[in-house]
């Protein structure tokens, strides 16, 4: 990878996780309420709530993790074979760890290639 390339993807993984951080806040909202129907409408909510600052928060540590790799020059490595990872698969999913190749291992699919 080129180094115009790494600091493209380090300035874009830099910009989501600053955006990320600034959406990760919890909401409580208040469970005390006469109505028992409210009071199962709030505890949806929080319950949802939760289930997507949990989300937020894995997401924010796979872009930590793919800034620590870049800063050890192990981003854009496949962890499972080694190859490189194609420029275009990262640049759309910039937390990737695998090629598309051990992406459909992984997954137990079968890669069809043409000719073959």
Not at 2 to 30: T, W
Not at 107 to 113: D, I, K, S
């Amino acid at each position: 990878m080129q180094s115009n390339q790494r600091n493209r993807l380090r300035l874009y993984l830099e910009q989501e996780l600053v955006s990320l951080n600034g959406s990760a806040r919890i909401c409580r909202f208040p469970l005390v309420c006469p109505d028992e129907n409210e009071l199962a409408s709030r505890v949806a909510e929080e319950n949802l709530s939760n289930a997507l600052y949990s989300r937020l928060c894995r997401r924010m540590e796979e872009f930590r993790k793919a800034m620590r790799r870049l800063d050890d020059n192990d981003y854009g490595v496949c962890v499972a074979c080694g190859e490189a990872i194609d420029l275009l698969r990262l640049l759309a999913m910039p937390t990737v760890t695998l090629c598309i190749l051990c992406q459909e291992d992984s997954e137990g699919g079968v890669l069809r290639v043409e000719g073959v």
